[in-house]
């Protein structure tokens, strides 16, 4: 079946623009995680939805970060007033549930703030 | 809390010679662990898991890892490097009581020909 789908592949924005990333996780999974990835920080983990609950919004590092999923499935994250340090490739995953089951990763989506 | 270790930053190796990547996790509960590839400009593949049933864990193509508790230790091997196997490897852990991944600083693994 497919897997982990993300939108746009590449983003570029201009400082203070919203920008708005989509993802489409795997049908059935109940679990869908972001993650960010960046040259200085590593890989780090923003935001994890159960359902469509957020029971975890510690790692979103500023309120100009939100995130919403719909219906179980598809999430969307929105950066408010994007800064350069923003700057960053947003993974995320979903799986079967959350705890112990290995989490499938989409192939990102490039954010570029010029 | 949780947290992994990656012991090299950067592994270089010739072609058809065996590869070692290290890793030590740190964990207060019994820990799932797991190691993803990372092609350039690819996301994260999941090459296997360790989730307390074997020790000794295959993955694919030709991966396999091996979790000592005593030595707190998830190291990666494979007998025989591909020039395919050129990428980042991330060991990554969680507990049942957790939900985020914790990933270690990845290993860039270079094959020369």
């Known amino acids: 079946g497919a897997g982990v789908s993300q939108s746009p592949s590449n983003k570029v924005t201009e400082k203070g623009k919203d920008v708005e990333l989509r993802c489409d996780p795997i049908?059935?999974?109940?679990?869908l995680y972001w993650y960010r990835q960046s040259l200085g920080q590593g890989l780090e983990f923003l935001i994890y939805f159960q359902g469509n609950s957020a029971p975890d919004k510690s790692g979103l590092p500023s309120d100009r970060f939100s995130a919403e999923r719909t219906g179980g499935s598809v999430s969307t994250l929105t950066i408010q007033r994007t800064q350069q340090e923003d700057s960053a490739v947003y993974l995320c995953a979903s799986s079967l549930v959350q705890g112990k089951y290995e989490q499938y990763f989409g192939p990102g989506t490039r954010l570029t703030v010029t | 809390a949780q947290s992994v270790t990656q012991l090299d930053s950067h592994v270089s190796v010739s072609e058809g010679t065996p590869v070692l990547l290290r890793c030590n996790y740190s964990s207060s509960y019994s820990p799932s662990l797991f190691w993803y590839v990372q092609h350039p400009n690819k996301g994260l593949q999941l090459l296997l898991k360790y989730t307390s049933a074997a020790t000794l864990v295959k993955g694919i193509n030709g991966f396999e890892a091996e979790f000592k508790k005593s030595e707190t230790s998830f190291h990666l091997t494979k007998p025989s490097a591909h020039m395919s196997d050129a990428a980042e490897y991330f060991c990554v852990v969680t507990t049942a009581n957790d939900y985020k991944l914790s990933f270690g600083a990845g290993t860039t693994v270079t094959v020369r020909a």
């Open positions: 049908s059935g999974h109940t679990a």
